[in-house]
DNA sequence: AGGGGCATGTAAAGAGTTACATGATTCT
DNA sequence: AGAATCATGTAACTCTTTACATGCCCCT
């Protein structure tokens, strides 16, 4: 829960929600770069609560158990911040197509060039729904503002994707037909 | 086990190893795409012994216990390659830093400033170590080798530093002093 | 009347990390 | 003599995914 915890703090300071838009906000928006699914999101929540990071309201509303909207407590706000100043502590990257590429002397040269191709044509479609996403007039956003910190992730997913169409680009250069 | 059963196999693929060397090796190649404590690879090649994927022969050598060098047998070899041909299921990204930044709003321009230049200074460094590093005459380095798809992804790993870089630099560039 | 969205949870299994445990050989 | 390296495993714990479970409200 270490690192998520940071995740739903942030995303509750910036807006109170229920846990179930609070999954469908990360799945959303953050989906790129943290995801989780609402039973941990469900799980996390009742721990920050249990140490008084967060807290709820209950609401009106549909379904068989309470409708609660969470917020972030102050001292949540300073454990948010305290993250924010701290060191990431560093952790693993796992990428399976990094990975294949690595054994991709075992398949013959069409084999390794559709391997690629198909990876590079996945990495187009998402640099293009990316770049179809307006965020608005970027250059009036405001830092300091949630509304930049929004932009400047997808700024970082475009760059990513970009830089991943690139290396495929090269690699298909390089592989014989 | 499912990705790091593939990432044990394609080493074993290119040489025989003891799981102890796998874990160095690991450490010193693939660490930046794939990694794995002893402790899990230990359990997998058990696992993949138990499938009939990879086999041993003890080797005379130090230690209270017996020396394994491990290999590929050919169901194991064709599991490889199906595994290569077959597509990646999708994963979860998580990055800590890009976290970060969707909640840098909360901190003070300088704070802001500081997160990210430190992260910048990282990859930078990151990026001088990979470009450091000589895998030989690349231009000859015939595609099909394991020698070539080792370089492939090293040149993986400078696209993503520098694309990491040039990120951090535009923010920097955006961000108040 | 039925389907989709809103809503909240629990349980079990899988993946990965950290810590514990042991001991021979080789180099300085 | 002591330190580093080679070597293999187990146990406990954390994090994440998948599956199970429930039921109201709103729209067509």
Same mark, same amino acid.
């Given at each position: 829960m270490s690192v998520l915890r940071f995740a739903v703090l942030g995303l509750l300071a910036a807006e109170p929600r229920t846990g179930y838009r609070l999954a469908a906000q990360m799945k959303a928006s953050t989906d790129f770069f943290w995801t989780a699914r609402h039973s941990q999101i469900y799980a996390t929540l009742a721990a920050l609560e249990a140490e008084g990071l967060v807290c709820h309201a209950v609401l009106a509303g549909p379904g068989p158990r309470e409708n609660k909207s969470y917020r972030v407590t102050d001292p949540g706000l300073a454990e948010l911040r305290d993250w924010l100043r701290s060191p990431e502590r560093p952790r693993a990257e796992r990428d399976e197509f990094v990975l294949k590429v690595s054994s991709?002397? !075992? !398949?013959?040269p069409g084999e390794a060039r559709a391997l690629v191709q198909r990876h590079r044509d996945l990495h187009a479609t998402r640099l293009e729904d990316y770049t179809r996403i307006d965020v608005g007039d970027d250059e009036s956003l %405001?830092? %300091?503002?949630p509304e930049f910190a929004t932009f400047a992730t997808l700024q970082a997913g475009i760059g990513y994707e970009r830089h991943r169409v690139a290396w495929c680009d090269w690699l298909l250069g390089r592989l014989p037909d």
């Open positions: 991709m002397w !075992l !398949l013959s %405001g830092p %300091g503002t």
